[in-house]
């Protein structure tokens, strides 16, 4: 075992520790935070497997979002089980995101973020003018927090780790989707579709895959975030959410496994505890993003990565180096 | 001999440009066909035209008797035609191992299968075998952007080997590779056609390499067949000294 990997699970088990023991050290609105952070590092999570490892750009995570809260607060509001909720969300998410993922394969890039601008507003505007549905601008209040094996998860704690399982089963699944030979063929239609294809895969339905699967994390985050607010209106799920998703992925760096976990705590809990600044810290937390991806537009981990690339490159040719040494020597 | 490959009629234009006009050809199983000619005279094109990433206004292309014309590259490559592009074209972002294994995890079982099957797809020892063999062992587990690019170009070409091709098209293999590479890349391809019997079709502009390395060869002028005969012939062909090898 090598040191990178014993410096990786030794941080991975202080984090986890980290995020099991300080929630009992929280208030309310500190749990609320923390929540938050999980709840939106599922939907970044999402857009890291659409954006950052199959490459499709998409400006419509934060209308999944909404889809999938709306799903759970109708459905639960009206005493259907959380489960059941989550599921549809799901499925609803899956299905919107695959019949999204067609006009990907047809144009790309910043035509393609347009297109899921365009669905993203279109979104909006069905939460906010489908009255009979949705309640319009007075929203749905007295979201219900789930029950689950006959606990209640009513306390901001318990929800917390509610939230905290969701994050941790759906890092699980995506990651051994990203080490599935399916994570590889992500990867391949995001570096080079063309070849891609001469090559037997199926960009087609890889790219659709990459869309829904991605949005039906939207979904799951959508879902959780109605509980945990307990009352949803159209107003959070504008573009504005899509972009702070989009901006987790890219701060966090994109197709980076743990891209998305940093980016939401940065989008999330950067803010927070910038408020002592009082009027500045939106300022302050601006200017910090903007310097961060001018000196790294690969994002936080890109740092890491350009770091441990300059270092192997090094040891590399320090090898190299003592190798011609030898030779010469012996000759 | 059986043909693996039946090229009829092709046309290709792009607006009042013909860049392949009309061209016929077979290509015979087992055989190493090299398609020479000037820059411009449509030999892309044509491979584009063939492996689907064209649709051809006209003409016809058919695989063991079969019409593939403007079948989608996926599906013909999982028919066992395969290729490798002028410009190089690896996943800078993956190892070289997992380049190869890339390469012919689509050739096999569905992909729902994929998902839940082995992360090397069973391919690990089949890339093993292919790295070995074309000398890359000491790269195996290095990303493929950092390789130099004649070892990009020797993996370009492995990677079209994975999954056992029958038919084999190579745009430019030589381009930019020097001379030992070149001579290894030489011999690794003779010994895939002599031990796998796979079929080649290979555009090359440097003359020697097709020379000693094709069976038969096909010149290409303005998008029409010049001539076609073994590189004896079409060297000493005048019209294809005057429009490409010069005196």
């Not at chain 1, 990651?175 to 070849?195: C, D, K, M, T």
């Not at chain 1, 981990?301 to 003592?322: E, H, N, P, V």
């Not at chain 2, 070995?132 to 290095?142: D, P, Q």
């Not at chain 2, 080649?200 to 440097?206: A, M, R, S």
Request: a positive charge; charged letters at 15%; hydrophobic letters at 50%.
């Amino acid at each position: 075992m090598n040191l990178d990997r014993i410096i990786l699970l030794v941080s991975l088990f202080v984090a986890t520790a980290v995020l099991i023991v300080l929630p009992f050290q929280l208030g309310r609105y500190g749990l609320y935070i923390l929540s938050m952070w999980a709840v939106m590092a599922i939907g970044a999570i999402g857009l890291n497997l659409t954006l950052g490892y199959a490459g499709q750009v998409s400006l419509a995570q934060g209308a999944f979002v909404g889809i999938g809260a709306y799903s759970a607060a109708i459905l639960t509001t009206n005493h259907w089980p959380m489960s059941v909720a989550v599921l549809v969300a799901i499925a609803l998410c899956f299905a919107v995101g695959w019949i999204l993922g067609y006009p990907a394969l047809r144009v790309q890039h910043h035509y393609l973020a347009f297109v899921t601008l365009a669905f993203s507003t279109l979104a909006y505007l069905v939460f906010r003018n489908e009255e009979w549905l949705t309640k319009g601008i007075y929203g749905i209040s007295d979201v219900p927090r789930p029950v689950l094996l006959g606990f209640k998860m009513q306390s901001p704690l318990r929800f917390y780790f509610l939230c905290l399982a969701s994050l941790g089963i759906v890092t699980l699944l995506v990651g051994w989707l990203i080490r599935s030979p399916w994570g590889r063929a992500f990867v391949a239609l995001r570096e080079n579709p063309i070849r891609a294809l001469s090559l037997g895969i199926d960009t087609r339905r890889y790219t659709l895959m990459a869309f829904a699967i991605g949005s039906a994390l939207g979904g799951v985050c959508g879902a959780l975030y109605a509980p945990l607010v307990e009352f949803i209106d159209p107003t959070p799920f504008t573009l504005g959410l899509s972009l702070n998703l989009l901006m987790m992925v890219i701060v966090g760096g994109a197709g980076f496994f743990a891209g998305p976990f940093l980016g939401a705590a940065i989008s999330v809990l950067l803010p927070e505890w910038l408020r002592f600044t009082e009027g500045y810290y939106l300022l302050i937390y601006a200017v910090f993003v903007m310097g961060l991806l001018i000196y790294s537009p690969t994002g936080l981990l890109g740092i890491l990565d350009k770091y441990l690339t300059a270092r192997s490159t090094k040891k590399a040719s320090a090898a190299r180096a003592s190798a011609t040494a030898t030779f010469g020597a012996q000759s | 001999m059986k043909k693996v490959l039946q090229v009829s009629g092709v046309t290709k234009r792009f607006g009042g440009i013909t860049a392949v006009g009309g061209v016929s050809f077979d290509v015979f199983e087992g055989e190493i066909l090299g398609i020479i000619g000037p820059n411009g005279c449509g030999k892309s094109t044509l491979f584009n035209c063939i492996l689907g990433q064209l649709m051809p206004n006209e003409g016809s292309v058919k695989l063991d008797g079969r019409d593939v014309t403007g079948m989608r590259p996926c599906d013909l490559n999982r028919l066992g035609v395969s290729r490798t592009f002028q410009l190089l074209q690896v996943f800078p972002q993956l190892t070289v191992r997992e380049n190869l294994i890339l390469s012919g995890q689509e050739h096999q079982g569905s992909m729902a299968g994929r998902l839940f099957g082995r992360r090397d797809a069973g391919l690990g020892a089949e890339a093993d075998k292919m790295i070995g063999f074309f000398n890359l062992g000491h790269l195996a587990g290095e990303k493929a952007g950092g390789l130099s690019y004649g070892q990009q170009k020797l993996l370009d070409a492995a990677m079209a080997f994975m999954a056992g091709p029958r038919l084999v098209l190579l745009d430019e293999p030589a381009g930019g590779v020097n001379l030992t590479m070149l001579e290894s890349l030489k011999e690794r391809l003779r010994a895939i056609n002599a031990e796998q019997g796979a079929t080649f079709v290979v555009i090359e502009h440097n003359m020697e390499f097709v020379m000693s390395l094709c069976t038969r060869v096909l010149v290409l002028a303005e998008g029409r067949v010049l001539a076609m005969g073994t590189p004896a012939e079409v060297r000493a062909n005048p019209e294809v000294v005057e429009a490409y090898l010069g005196h």
